[in-house]
């Protein structure tokens, strides 16, 4: 029979005990990402994404929703195909903007372009507006965000209170800067064959 000294006995314990440490610690680095076809935006902590329902229009392609930031959500959706644009894109944007705040929007931050960690352009602008609820005027921040991939023209409305108005914007604004596109071309081998 085999015996064991104690300190083997102690030396299998710390590996068993590290190796399980380690295993959590990958598990909860994983990041949370936003996936659409070889589009991805890396949200920070407290970011979650929110199931699109059925009925939903077909560019709207993700919903984000913060679980820090009462009230806080973002919307993404993509506009595919050669009539679309970045003006039109925007155009789609600004209507919808006017359609949330029917009691009148003012532009807090003109149009900037931010260079994004996977290097696209983005084009962000900050808006507030005034929503009607139950009679009561309520006042929001929306920033917007336009970026050109070659899955489509990517389109993100944020909403939130106004009192919450900078939370947001920091995390968009991380958010944008972190938007990836990975191309089929420049995949590993082995990924070339995945669709989101």
Same mark, same amino acid.
């Given at each position: 029979?085999?015996?064991?000294?104690?300190?083997?006995?102690?030396?299998?314990?710390?590996?068993?005990?590290?190796?399980?440490?380690?295993?959590?610690?990958?598990?909860?680095?994983?990041?949370?990402?936003?996936?659409?076809?070889?589009?991805?935006?890396?949200?920070?902590?407290?970011?979650?994404?929110?199931?699109?329902?059925? &009925?939903?229009?077909?560019? #709207?392609?993700?919903?984000?929703?913060?679980? %820090?930031?009462?009230?806080?959500? +973002? /919307?993404? $959706?993509?506009?595919?195909?050669?009539?679309?644009?970045?003006?039109?894109?925007?155009?789609?944007?600004?209507?919808?903007?006017?359609?949330?705040?029917?009691?009148?929007?003012?532009?807090?931050?003109?149009?900037?372009?931010?260079?994004?960690?996977?290097?696209?352009?983005?084009?962000?602008?900050?808006?507030?507006?005034?929503?009607?609820?139950? &009679?009561?005027?309520?006042? #929001?921040?929306?920033?917007?965000?336009?970026? %050109?991939?070659?899955?489509?023209? +990517? /389109?993100? $409305?944020?909403?939130?209170?106004?009192?919450?108005?900078?939370?947001?914007?920091?995390?968009?604004?991380?958010?944008?800067?972190?938007?990836?596109?990975?191309?089929?071309?420049?995949?590993?081998?082995?990924?070339?064959?995945?669709?989101?």
């Amino acid at each position: 029979m085999f015996k064991r000294s104690c300190f083997s006995q102690v030396v299998w314990l710390n590996i068993c005990v590290f190796g399980l440490i380690g295993l959590a610690t990958l598990v909860l680095a994983q990041e949370n990402v936003f996936d659409y076809r070889d589009f991805s935006l890396t949200l920070p902590k407290g970011w979650v994404k929110e199931d699109i329902s059925k &009925g939903s229009e077909k560019e #709207l392609i993700g919903s984000l929703k913060s679980q %820090d930031i009462p009230g806080t959500s +973002i /919307l993404i $959706l993509c506009y595919k195909g050669g009539r679309h644009n970045y003006s039109s894109v925007r155009i789609v944007g600004l209507k919808t903007i006017a359609s949330v705040f029917p009691k009148g929007q003012e532009m807090l931050k003109k149009e900037t372009k931010v260079k994004t960690d996977g290097g696209l352009t983005a084009v962000v602008e900050l808006w507030r507006g005034a929503a009607d609820a139950s &009679g009561t005027a309520v006042f #929001l921040h929306a920033p917007m965000g336009i970026i %050109d991939t070659e899955a489509g023209w +990517i /389109l993100m $409305l944020g909403f939130t209170p106004d009192a919450t108005g900078a939370q947001l914007e920091e995390a968009f604004l991380k958010i944008i800067q972190s938007a990836k596109y990975e191309s089929a071309s420049h995949r590993p081998l082995g990924l070339q064959n995945q669709n989101n």
